[in-house]
């Protein structure tokens, strides 16, 4: 670049070049020389630009309406704030979300960024920070010790809604088949061995059952991330902020957010405090392990297709092999159940980071940061595929699984309650050394007449619980 394509800012470190058309200044360029390790920028989560614009905006309706900024700074600041949530200026935010300083880098880019356009707006040129300042104005009566993790709060609730429309859409698509096959039998088996028939209708109403519960978690989990520690400041006395920033802020964050952020009760404890983090990355871990084990379900229904159980079909999305002819592989369950190892190992480290803080702040939290946000855009993207590249194409070959049902040497637990544990261990034990069927062996034996044994083996009673007479 040449010389006019920059202009030159100053901060505590001395003077550096900033690109000339670039809203932020002096320190998003020391943090961008500084940081470059995850290739995961801050403008690559959008839902966090939105998320740390609100919170500025917030602070400063807070700050003007207690008497600290005057009208002309408070509307250029306000109408700079508002433009970034609704979607502008979003490449400024070019922040590795890697970083030491506790996140002091991503406040500071927002804090340049909005002064810069504040600027504009009030007819001033880039960088003339004596008529709007980055510290002085954007970040009065705050620190980044309170406006970052207020910032990371937002931005994981608003993420979560987008994870939990995702999650529905995956329990209706299982809803929808358990419909369409709510008479299709099928083996049960528990240890990988033959335990009782089931329909694929309770099949797969069971995991949209079991991942409505992780919704319920997420929504838990997430409401301790309403609790902030604005106006706290750089350890939580509260120093630089007017009294009543506090409440008033919470108040205003929670008026243009529609959420309802509450302070905490003790703002030197909730600074450093990541126990909230802890908690939601369990949940969404918890949801990776469900999640994770019901695509190894659907692999195994799927194997085959002359060797394996070939219950079910998957849709064939990509030649399986490179070198085995029309092999096709269950890669869409395959990527999810990595996605899902990536959370599970995220949760982690989220576990170590809250571990690591140390007195009055925890100096981690852009790692928490990181990890959360990854975790949460990649099992929205997972789930998104999963549906619809996977559930929604399902096909069940009901007449193979028919045929294994009734060959079963499981459908004798049926007649425990009638002939008993020993004589039914028996039957079983001959079914299997003579490869004959359970129903022959229990009729010539004579421990049943064939009505009742059609009756007890009659699928509508295999399946629920009914009454029976020995």
């Not at 408070?74 to 433009?83: F, L, P």
């Not at 929808?176 to 009782?196: H, S």
Request: aromatic share 6%; proline share 4%.
């Amino acid at each position: 670049m040449s010389e006019e394509k920059f202009r030159v800012e100053s901060d505590l470190l001395g003077e550096l070049k900033v690109p000339a058309d670039a809203l932020y200044g002096v320190q998003t360029q020391r943090g961008i020389n500084n940081y470059h390790i995850s290739r995961k920028k801050m403008r690559d989560y959008p839902d966090f630009v939105v998320s740390i614009a609100y919170v500025k905006l917030a602070a400063v309706q807070t700050n003007h309406a207690l008497g600290v900024i005057n009208d002309e700074i408070t509307g250029a600041i306000s109408q700079a704030c508002q433009e970034i949530v609704d979607g502008k200026w979003h490449e400024n935010f070019p922040i590795d979300m890697m970083q030491g300083g506790a996140g002091t880098s991503v406040n500071m880019n927002a804090n340049e960024v909005i002064a810069n356009r504040a600027l504009e707006i009030m007819g001033h040129k880039r960088g003339e920070y004596q008529y709007c300042s980055p510290n002085d104005h954007v970040n009065c009566g705050q620190s980044t010790n309170d406006a970052y993790p207020t910032s990371i709060r937002l931005a994981i609730i608003r993420m979560n809604k987008t994870l939990v429309a995702s999650l529905t859409g995956l329990i209706s698509a299982l809803r929808y088949k358990a419909d369409e096959y709510k008479e299709a039998l099928k083996m049960g088996r528990t240890q990988l061995q033959d335990a009782v028939p089931m329909t694929f209708g309770q099949e797969f109403n069971a995991y949209a059952a079991n991942l409505e519960e992780e919704i319920l978690n997420l929504e838990r989990n997430v409401r301790l991330l309403h609790e902030i520690n604005m106006g706290g400041t750089a350890i939580g006395t509260g120093l630089n902020a007017v009294p009543g920033f506090a409440k008033l802020c919470a108040a205003n964050l929670s008026k243009l957010t529609g959420e309802n952020f509450v302070p905490a009760v003790d703002l030197v404890e909730a600074t450093p405090d990541t126990g909230a983090y802890v908690s939601y990355s369990g949940a969404l871990k918890r949801l990776a392990v469900k999640l994770s084990k019901i695509c190894n379900d659907l692999r195994l229904m799927a194997s085959g297709p002359r060797c394996g159980l070939k219950e079910i079909n998957l849709p064939a999305m990509a030649p399986g092999s490179s070198i085995m002819p029309g092999k096709v592989n269950p890669v869409i369950p395959e990527v999810t159940n990595q996605v899902c190892f990536k959370v599970i190992g995220n949760d982690t480290t989220v576990a170590f980071a809250a571990e690591a803080g140390q007195l009055e702040l925890n100096v981690m939290e852009p790692v928490i940061t990181e990890s959360l946000f990854e975790s949460l855009w990649w099992l929205h993207n997972a789930i998104d595929t999963l549906t619809e590249k996977c559930i929604l194409g399902i096909t069940v070959n009901k007449e193979r699984c028919y045929e294994m049902v009734k060959n079963s040497i499981g459908i004798v637990t049926a007649l425990n309650p009638i002939i008993g544990y020993k004589a039914s261990t028996k039957v079983a034990k001959e079914a299997l050394e003579t490869n004959r069927s359970v129903y022959d062996i229990v009729l010539e034996k004579g421990l049943m007449t064939k009505d009742k044994l059609d009756e007890a083996l009659d699928p509508k009673n295999m399946l629920v619980s009914h009454k029976f007479s020995k």
